[in-house]
T-cell receptor, first 115, second 113 residues
Framework: EPEVTQTPSHQVTQMGQEVILRCVPISNHLYFYWYRQILGQKVEFLVSFYNNEISEKSEIFDDQFSVERPDGSNFTLKIRSTKLEDSAMYFC?????????????FGEGSRLTVL | KNEVEQSPQNLTAQEGEFITINCSYSVGISALHWLQQHPGGGIVSLFMLSSGKKKHGRLIATINIQEKHSSLHITASHPRDSAVYICAVRIMSGGAGSYQLTFGKGTKLSVIP
């Protein structure tokens, strides 16, 4: 069964460092998303991406964040200068042709710990 | 601001019991998702609904658009069903569905043998 894969599963970094989280969506999917979940809180939308550009982003997704699809398979989330409050589980998801009506497939998540 | 409310927050059931988890939302939506979050943190999509009812194995999801309410039912519950169940909605904006999902806080289900 096709799946969304994320790397790394866990990353520990120092405050102020840059972090790149990687995702390989399902191969024929066209819509890509990043979500985050701070420990003990609900999942929050960060950004959606379609046709090589951001479709929507939340208030959380400020200038410290960026997304990219560098090579047609990977979908990355970059945090330029991490803060303590960026510690969270980050989930990548993808969906097929009908982006806003399509079923979502989630990766297993990347846990980011900022010290 | 749309809120997605789930009830109960925590639920403990004996193996074999019929379980219902409820979700209410406050604005128009284009779709509602039920998700399962494993103890390790991974999220699996169970259902996506825009109307009516869907069934997959022992899981049944229903939605009432007029009442802005959805339920997830688990028949013949089993300890392996123990997880957090999350309701999430796609808000209808400008006649089309948003790409954003707004999530509920989740319902933690524990099924005891």
């Amino acid at each position: 069964e096709p799946e969304v894969t994320q790397t790394p599963s866990h990353q520990v970094t120092q405050m102020g460092q840059e972090v790149i989280l990687r995702c390989v969506p399902i191969s024929n999917h066209l819509y890509f998303y990043w979500y985050r979940q701070i420990l003990g809180q609900k999942v929050e939308f960060l950004v959606s991406f379609y046709n090589n550009e951001i479709s929507e982003k939340s208030e959380i997704f400020d200038d410290q964040f960026s997304v990219e699809r560098p090579d047609g398979s990977n979908f990355t989330l970059k945090i330029r200068s991490t803060k303590l409050e960026d510690s969270a589980m980050y989930f990548c998801a993808s969906s097929g042709l009908a982006g806003h009506t399509g079923e979502l497939f989630f990766g297993e998540g990347s846990r980011l710990t900022v010290l | 601001k749309n809120e997605v409310e789930q009830s109960p927050q925590n639920l403990t059931a004996q193996e074999g019991e019929f379980i219902t988890i409820n979700c209410s939302y406050s604005v128009g939506i284009s779709a509602l998702h039920w998700l399962q979050q494993h103890p390790g943190g991974g999220i699996v999509s169970l259902f996506m609904l825009s109307s009516g009812k869907k069934k997959h194995g022992r899981l049944i999801a229903t939605i009432n658009i007029q009442e802005k309410h959805s339920s997830l039912h688990i028949t013949a519950s089993h300890p392996r069903d123990s997880a957090v169940y999350i309701c999430a909605v796609r808000i209808m904006s400008g006649g089309a569905g948003s790409y954003q999902l707004t999530f509920g806080k989740g319902t933690k289900l524990s099924v005891i043998p």
